[in-house]
């Protein structure tokens, strides 16, 4: 990564501005410069936001309003269980955790110890069997699976260990996608795509493939990919498992630059305790419980 | 919605299953526009000689000229009925033998049937299609002389202009012109002196069919009337266009039906074969499809994506197979006609209905192929996305 890219003063000043924009209730139509600016407007009823701002009762579904002083997410004795064969296998038992948004978690613990499944409860790719999983504004248990799918579209920003951008997409096209999921115009996509590309420092690999990129380059084209919609929180699985340390640096402090200038809450399953070093606070996980 | 670029590319980066799938779908296609172009080609080649205001009279009981036969007497009572019905006073009135004689093949061993037809001396003029298109017609009068149509020209020994050929034994003939008749099957026949095919047969005094002109075809029906009131005749009318219809009726019916089946039996294998294909992309894309899952796309839009792709497969497919149908075009066919027992040449007759009918019959084999991978790709869990 190219830290003067990272660095860019305007693109960053552009996208923290945006950010402001769109998650300012009051502002009007959103500027449209940055990744995920318009898409936030775009969902955001005035009525709704409102509503939300004098209640605690969020809409049903659409971006997250923050609420300063409050909890991103609530995960009240969740448990969650697995059936396989016969045999009920109880993964989380119990757990009640809160993180603040603004956060930067870690979470660790030996394999078989439920990060992964925490990770997948309070990013909604799952729903608990029993307790509540309150993320911002949403309770997700009581949430259909479309309605999940929306939730992550608007909320969640996805980092994985594989990567997994699509290999026949090129890089730009890999960071479009997310956007696909809301009503900003095509033209318009490509340009937020091409910022959230400058912001991790890949401008002249915007038409590259996959295979033509680098792991490192690979996993800051799916940061790119994460942020492009400006989601509130980025869910990260091992996003340096897979990479050499020089690479996986680098990440590190892409992610760090996202959590302090960017505000992005940031929640990290790691093995590598020097990963879990960048992050503010460290959670240890054994066998379905916070320790 | 997922881009369809993604569809297109994952299929292209597959290329072997991809080409397998969309050879198979391809040829399912081609079977089956191919045999519905013949089937008709059969119709048209049948049906093109037909005029609208031609009724042809056969005894009653016979719905081919090989085996109907009306003797000059009654000929006559058709002329004077025709003179009647007609505002001019005089119908025009043909009478005409058909017979079918044996001749060798060109190319290969055997013989085959051609069709005779003694046709009286302006038998041309009646028929406003027909016209000589080498040599010349000939001789009014002339009992040794005949002219055969483009269709058989070439196919059988001894139709070359200036060739003969055995009539009958010892009844030899010449061929002096060869005539066309707007690709119907009457050039697939021979045409010669009606008197002189007549005593070679042995039908003197009789003549297989009778075909009347009148002034309108409006005028048909009171024809009919008049000459199927008088029992004594036995004679049925009918438009000229019915009876072509009656004789490509078998042979076009049973090249449909030939066609279908041969589609549907076809069709189910290209389906699986594309059903294997998508299966097989839809497993080794599990990672992608949760990753579009934990993005945000839904079931149904990964549902339509991976039907999408199934449906592009197969139109591209499909377009293959119709495209080299068309090339069949130019391929003549010659087949065995049921209702006279001689040679037809026919042609792959290629229309846009035909062509957008073979590509609907692709599109469905995608869809129904693609729809169970597209299930199971619906169903994969977002979770997938998350396993390393």
């Not at chain 2, 009992?143 to 139709?159: C, P, Q, T």
């Given at each position: 990564m190219s830290?003067?890219?990272?660095?860019?003063?305007?693109?960053?000043?552009?996208?923290?501005?945006?950010?402001?924009?769109?998650?300012?209730?009051?502002?009007?139509?959103?500027?449209?410069?940055?990744?995920?600016?318009?898409?936030?407007?775009?969902?955001?009823?005035?009525?709704?936001?409102k509503d939300s701002a004098k209640s605690d009762a969020p809409p049903k579904s659409g971006p997250y309003r923050p609420t300063p002083g409050k909890?991103?997410?609530?995960?009240?004795?969740?448990?969650?269980?697995?059936?396989?064969?016969?045999?009920?296998?109880?993964?989380?038992d119990g757990l009640t955790l809160t993180i603040a948004e603004g956060a930067f978690e870690a979470l660790m613990g030996p394999s078989g110890s439920g990060k992964s499944t925490l990770l997948n409860l309070i990013a909604g790719l799952d729903r608990p069997t029993s307790g509540t999983a309150r993320v911002a504004g949403h309770n997700l248990e009581k949430m259909s699976d479309g309605e999940l799918a929306k939730f992550r579209a608007q909320n969640i920003g996805f980092i994985f260990q594989a990567y997994n951008l699509l290999p026949v997409l090129t890089a730009v096209e890999n960071v479009e996608l997310p956007l696909l999921l809301t009503k900003v115009p095509s033209g318009e996509r490509r340009k937020r795509a091409e910022t959230a590309l400058r912001v991790v420092g890949l401008s002249d690999r915007m038409g590259h493939y996959p295979r033509q990129l680098s792991g490192g380059q690979e996993q800051r084209v799916a940061i790119a990919r994460a942020i492009v919609n400006d989601p509130t929180i980025l869910v990260c699985d091992e996003p340096t498992g897979d990479l050499d340390r020089k690479s996986a640096d680098d990440i590190l402090a892409l992610l760090t630059k996202l959590n302090q200038d960017f505000k992005k809450t940031i929640l990290m399953v790691t093995h590598d305790p020097s990963a879990a070093e960048r992050a503010t606070t460290t959670r240890h996980l054994n066998k379905g419980r916070l320790d | 919605m997922v881009p369809v670029k993604y569809n297109i590319r994952s299929l292209v980066v597959r290329k072997t299953t991809t080409a397998a799938?969309?050879?198979?779908?391809?040829?399912?296609?081609?079977?089956?526009?191919?045999?519905?172009?013949?089937?008709?080609?059969?119709?048209?080649?049948?049906?093109?000689?037909?005029?609208?205001?031609?009724?042809?009279?056969?005894?009653?009981?016979?719905?081919?000229?090989?085996?109907?036969?009306?003797?000059?007497?009654?000929?006559?009572?058709?002329?004077?009925?025709?003179?009647?019905?007609?505002?001019?006073?005089?119908?025009?009135?043909?009478?005409?033998?058909?017979?079918?004689?044996?001749?060798?093949?060109?190319?290969?061993?055997?013989?085959?049937?051609?069709?005779?037809?003694?046709?009286?001396?302006?038998?041309?003029?009646?028929?406003?299609?027909?016209?000589?298109?080498?040599?010349?017609?000939?001789?009014?009068?002339?009992?040794?002389?005949?002219?055969?149509?483009?269709?058989?020209?070439?196919?059988?020994?001894?139709?070359?202009i200036g060739e003969s050929f055995e009539l009958k034994k010892n009844r030899s003939v010449k061929v002096v012109g060869v005539f066309s008749d707007d690709g119907s099957s009457n050039e697939s026949e021979v045409w010669g002196d009606l008197n002189a095919v007549q005593s070679a047969f042995g039908r003197d005094g009789y003549v297989s069919s009778a075909r009347v002109k009148l002034d309108s075809p409006g005028k048909i029906d009171a024809l009919k009337a008049q000459i199927e009131s008088d029992r004594q005749l036995g004679l049925i009318v009918m438009r000229e266009s019915v009876f072509f219809e009656k004789q490509s009726e078998m042979t076009a019916t049973f090249m449909t039906a030939l066609g279908v089946l041969i589609a549907v039996f076809f069709s189910l294998g290209a389906m699986i074969g594309a059903m294997i294909t998508m299966h097989a992309q839809v497993a080794s894309r599990q990672r992608e499809i949760g990753t579009l899952r934990a993005l945000g796309f839904s079931?149904?839009?990964?549902?339509?994506?991976?039907?999408?792709?199934?449906?592009?497969?197969?139109?591209?497919?499909?377009?293959?197979?119709?495209?080299?149908?068309?090339?069949?075009?130019?391929?003549?066919?010659?087949?065995?006609?049921?209702?006279?027992?001689?040679?037809?040449?026919?042609?792959?007759?290629?229309?846009?209905?035909?062509?957008?009918?073979?590509?609907?019959?692709?599109?469905?084999?995608?869809?129904?192929?693609?729809?169970?991978?597209?299930?199971?790709a619906a169903r994969v869990s977002p979770v997938e996305a998350m396993r390393a």
């Open positions: 830290d003067s890219d990272v660095k860019e003063p305007e693109a960053t000043t552009e996208d923290g501005d945006a950010k402001g924009d769109a998650r300012d209730n009051e502002s009007p139509a959103p500027k449209g410069d940055a990744p995920g600016e318009g898409a936030k407007a775009d969902a955001a009823k005035a009525d709704a936001a909890p991103l997410i609530e995960m009240s004795n969740v448990t969650k269980t697995f059936h396989k064969g016969k045999e009920p296998l109880t993964v989380l | 799938a969309g050879l198979g779908l391809a040829l399912v296609v081609f079977v089956f526009a191919s045999v519905m172009m013949l089937g008709n080609g059969i119709r048209k080649t049948m049906g093109r000689a037909a005029s609208p205001n031609v009724a042809v009279i056969l005894r009653k009981g016979s719905d081919a000229e090989l085996s109907s036969g009306i003797s000059n007497e009654s000929l006559n009572l058709v002329k004077a009925a025709a003179g009647q019905v007609s505002a001019s006073g005089k119908g025009e009135v043909v009478g005409e033998v058909v017979v079918v004689i044996l001749l060798d093949k060109i190319g290969t061993d055997g013989m085959s049937n051609v069709t005779v037809r003694g046709v009286p001396d302006g038998a041309l003029g009646f028929r406003s299609t027909a016209k000589v298109i080498a040599g010349r017609a000939p001789k009014p009068g002339a009992a040794d002389e005949v002219m055969v149509g483009n269709g058989i020209r070439g196919r059988f020994k001894g139709l070359e079931k149904l839009s990964i549902l339509t994506s991976f039907l999408l792709e199934s449906l592009f497969l197969a139109l591209v497919g499909g377009a293959i197979g119709a495209g080299a149908s068309l090339a069949m075009s130019f391929v003549k066919i010659t087949l065995l006609n049921a209702s006279s027992w001689s040679e037809i040449v026919f042609t792959f007759d290629p229309t846009p209905a035909i062509i957008v009918r073979s590509m609907i019959l692709a599109g469905v084999m995608g869809v129904i192929g693609g729809f169970l991978p597209a299930l199971r």
